[in-house]
């Protein structure tokens, strides 16, 4: 006998999963997998559904477990699956649906309350996944009835001998959840909010997220005008500016290839860039939706930036991190400004051209160049050019040749706002006058509540900006030229026929203009949501309770704060509590109807006084009572402090109680 070699210890067996627990895992378990329904591919769907369909045929017929070899190998299955789809198992999700297809196999397997407590767990994470898709309104409410499903099935596990049947478990988890809600608000309003996320999220979280780009090319914008997405919401402290001034700066691309506009390679400056405002400025809050991007969107020109923005040289204003979130921020503004003087190196980069390509195009430019020294006259004729010729503002315009620019002036003379722009830089940095391409977006419907704008992808816009002396730089946009009313009442007006092509959102009037309206009223919900919920950071944090009159609050008040509350709260919820004992306990119930009688004849009873004490203070006061009322006072005592009571003696309290005579 081998004396050091240890016996292998049996486990002991758990306790076994009653039938409803296992019937309320079932049906919350694939809530949670038909929430992703959307994402993930539908033969893991139906795959989940035939394994949960499987264990419960396995609870109704009592047939046995499969073997641990077919488990395992449909474990592996399952997981090979997965890979060969999305060529990995990492990432959001790849992740999700190998969450999704382990959860179906641990199905398989469940036979004990420890195995039922780790599923009710995959549902939770199943739920927070989803959160990596979609954060709005309706989302977060069926998750919020998955989660309490989810705490029904983990109530109904843990109480499997309570006696609880039918609809029971999920009133007690909806009473559980009630009780739970100003805890929540608490820890929400008060806990200190830290910039950025606790943990990096996996990269192809930000997937399926239009928007700007930090290049364009014919089409580009084009393409996005046709997402009716939200790209920001904007509320203003006063009125809201006129349509002509709503131009939404993002990238400010500079260098040209030929075809395609970049950015340049540029770092943000530590100060903001210096100008002359020439009127008066317009503050308001940007509430921006997900981007992946670290530009922030604003109204020309910026003069007051948010905590840990930046401006480059082209006022262009970048977070020092990706938008990964809703984010909300603050800006002033000026419509009327006056630039500075412009440094020899950003003139070589406003003047920059390819060696060769669109010839006639520079020739046209040389000629204007030639025939007018004032910059201005050269601005004017590439204006007049786009208003007096046929040209044409649409989304479906030809496609261009090698020689873009020419093809666009002098062939198709059809394009969207991007071939616009395009061309008059192009004209205008031939015709030596320094200037660049702004993308960004025009316009924003005004909501039917509230004093804010709805900004959508469909209003994504591309202008040019030129350089003047005496002026610097001045927004010009060419599109204006070809359709005023672009600018003044958004794209649906300026295009033909936008039926197929613009999303429903964006467009006016009609049969369904009601639809609209209605989907306008919802927006004023969703702008509450994301300025209160999920831009709730550590600025608008500090801002809100600065509001409440606290003054200029840190992380440690905060702290003290949230532990008071709390404990205030833990207070309420003990005396409800204890109150509530009391009102349900018979015995207390009897004493105090007793005293409640005798209170209306004059005789209250003292805080301070015990039930003997008060029984001789009442026999004295009233002599007829003398007896029935001692009498009484010692059964209370003895019933209240003694053992504990049973049946008949509380009901021979009862009896002494009616028939007390006052």
């Known amino acids: 006998m081998k004396l050091w070699k240890r016996a292998r210890a049996t486990p002991p067996p758990g ?10 895992l079932l049906v919350t378990l694939t809530l949670a997998v038909l929430l992703h329904a959307g994402q993930l591919p539908i033969w893991l769907v139906l795959g989940f559904l035939a394994l949960a ?21 449909l474990a592996l299955l399952a997981a090979g699956a997965v890979l060969a789809h999305y060529k990995t198992l990492l990432g959001r999700d790849a992740g999700v649906a190998l969450l999704a297809a382990m959860a179906a196999c641990k199905l398989l397997e469940t036979r004990d309350l420890r195995d039922g407590v780790v599923l009710v767990f995959l549902g939770y994470l199943l739920v927070m996944g989803k959160l990596l898709y979609s954060q709005d309104i309706p989302v977060v409410a069926g998750l919020l009835g998955v989660v309490l499903l989810l705490l029904t099935a983990q109530v109904t596990l843990h109480r499997q001998h309570a006696g609880l049947s039918g609809l029971a478990p999920l009133r007690l988890t909806g009473r559980m959840l009630l009780l739970a809600v100003p805890v929540m608000l608490i820890l929400f309003v008060l806990f200190p909010r830290i910039p950025g996320p606790l943990w990096g999220l996996p990269k192809d979280a930000y997937q399926g997220r239009t928007g700007l780009s930090d290049e364009m090319t014919p089409g580009t914008i084009s393409e996005l005008i046709q997402s009716g997405a939200v790209a920001f919401r904007v509320r203003f402290t006063g009125v809201l500016p006129p349509p002509a001034q709503r131009y939404w700066r993002g990238p400010v691309l500079e260098q040209f290839d030929g075809r395609r506009w970049t950015t340049a390679d540029e770092r943000p400056m530590a100060t903001l ?27 020309d020109l910026p003069a007051r930036l948010p905590p840990g923005a930046l401006m480059t040289h082209t006022f262009q204003v970048l977070r020092s991190e990706p938008v990964n979130e809703v984010y909300r921020y603050e800006l002033r503004s000026y419509p009327q400004y006056r630039t500075g003087e412009l440094s020899a190196a950003e003139r070589v980069r406003a003047l920059q051209l390819p060696a060769r390509g669109n010839s006639r195009a520079r020739m046209l430019a040389a000629d204007w160049q030639q025939a007018d020294a004032q910059p201005e006259a050269r601005v004017n004729r590439a204006l007049a050019l786009f208003r007096e010729q046929p040209f044409y503002y649409t989304l479906k315009p030809s496609l261009l040749g090698v020689d873009g620019v020419d093809d666009f002036l002098f062939r198709s003379r059809e394009g969207f706002c991007e071939h616009y722009a395009s061309a008059f830089v192009f004209l205008m940095r031939a015709a030596g006058v320094p200037a660049r391409v702004v993308t960004g977006y025009l316009g924003g419907e005004p909501g039917t509540l509230g004093n804010y704008l709805i900004v959508r992808q469909s209003d994504a816009h591309a202008w040019a900006e030129v350089w003047l002396e005496e002026r610097g730089w001045v927004r010009i946009d060419p599109t204006a030229a070809v359709a005023p009313d672009r600018v003044r009442d958004g794209v649906y007006a300026a ?15 009609g049969d369904l203009e009601w639809l609209r309206q209605l989907a306008l009223g919802w927006d004023a919900l969703n702008i509450a949501w994301n300025e209160w919920v999920l831009a709730y950071g550590p600025q608008r944090q500090r801002d809100f309770l600065s509001g409440l009159g606290f003054g200029e609050v840190d992380w440690e008040e905060m702290i003290l704060a949230l532990l008071l509350a709390l404990s205030v709260l833990g207070l309420v919820y003990a005396g409800l ?12 119930r009897a004493w105090q109807q007793v005293c409640k009688r005798l209170a209306r004849r004059g ?6 006084e015990g039930p003997l004490d008060f029984s001789e203070r009442v026999a004295a006061a009233r002599p007829d009572l003398a007896e029935a009322i001692r009498a009484l006072g010692q059964h209370y005592a003895a019933l209240r402090y003694g053992p504990a009571a049973s049946p008949e003696q509380v009901r021979q309290l009862q009896r002494q109680v009616r028939h007390l005579r006052l």
């Open 53 to 73: 369909g499987w264990r419960a045929a396995i609870v109704w017929y009592s047939w046995s477990l499969p073997a641990p070899a077919l488990r395992l190998l």
């Open 603 to 608: 005789l209250v009873r003292g805080g301070h």
């Open 273 to 299: 860039m210096p100008f002359t405002p020439l009127g008066p400025a317009l503050d308001y809050a940007v509430i921006l939706e997900p981007s992946n991007q670290r530009w922030l969107l604003a109204l």
């Open 577 to 588: 509590r204890w109150q509530s004992r009391r009102e349900r306990d018979p015995v207390a």
């Open 15 to 24: 306790e076994p999963l009653s039938p409803p627990g296992l019937v309320w």
């Open 495 to 509: 295009v033909t026929d936008p039926g197929g092509l613009l999303p429903f959102l964006a467009r006016r009037g």
